[in-house]
């Protein structure tokens, strides 16, 4: 099983709004991720959790504030975002298999920001 | 430049055909290297992972050259399922997983 669950799969919210995003796995693996996709780009890197401890932060702004209570839970916490924030964003992780970093990815949740 | 290039295609190609696509990476310290597939408005899914001894897998051949510092995906007897966004996935062990997607190579399959 490579499941990886995120919550919620919409999510449309105002720019004064504090809202957050949920991802979960099951699968025991050491690092959890967070990316931004807009249409018609390629995935962007935003965090990296490795044994829940933040080990990159791509210089995300503040607005956007990863938390890991726990080694199956990678929650992203939102406030005050800008309309240009509205993307797909998508949680992974990932488990050393032959000798390679692999990693799985979410359903992402879409969101809109008006 | 980009630290991991793709041509964005888009690859237009007869069902059955052979169809390769080209990836180049600049860091030489990349450790993981990746083939994903993704469908639109979908996440990516994995779809193989590539090694210098090279890996097949069905009608999708994936291979490393470290010297060379790029990556291949070869598909044979192209089907119209695998039309699709293929991503070229570069990962850096820097202490976390530094993970870079390339841009993405479009393939349309027809009939």
């Known amino acids: 099983d490579t499941e990886v669950t995120q919550t919620p799969k919409h999510l449309v919210m105002g720019m004064t709004n504090k809202k957050s995003l949920k991802c979960e796995q099951h699968m025991g693996h050491r690092a959890m991720y967070w990316y931004k996709q807009k249409a018609k780009k390629p995935p962007e890197l935003m965090f990296v959790?490795?044994?829940?401890?933040?080990?990159i932060n791509e210089s995300v702004p503040s607005r956007f504030s990863p938390e890991c209570p726990n080694s199956s839970l990678l929650n992203l916490h939102l406030h005050a975002l800008q309309p240009e924030d509205s993307a797909l964003y998508l949680c992974a992780s990932s488990q050393r298999t032959s000798g390679q970093e692999t990693q799985y990815f979410g359903p992402g949740t879409r969101l809109l920001v008006l | 430049r980009k630290e991991v290039e793709q041509d964005p295609g888009p690859f237009n190609v007869p069902e059955g055909a052979t169809v390769a696509f080209n990836c180049t990476y600049s860091n030489s310290a990349s450790q993981s290297f990746f083939w994903y597939r993704q469908d639109c408005r979908k996440e990516p899914k994995l779809l193989m992972s590539?090694?210098?001894s090279g890996n097949e897998d069905g009608r999708f051949t994936a291979q490393l050259n470290r010297a060379s510092q790029y990556i291949s995906l070869l598909i044979r007897d192209s089907k119209l399922s695998d039309s699709a966004t293929y991503l070229c996935v570069v990962i850096l062990d820097t202490g976390g997983f530094k993970t870079i997607f390339g841009a993405g190579t479009r393939l349309f399959v027809k009939a």
């Open positions: 590539v090694y210098s």
């Open positions: 959790y490795s044994y829940e401890k933040l080990s």
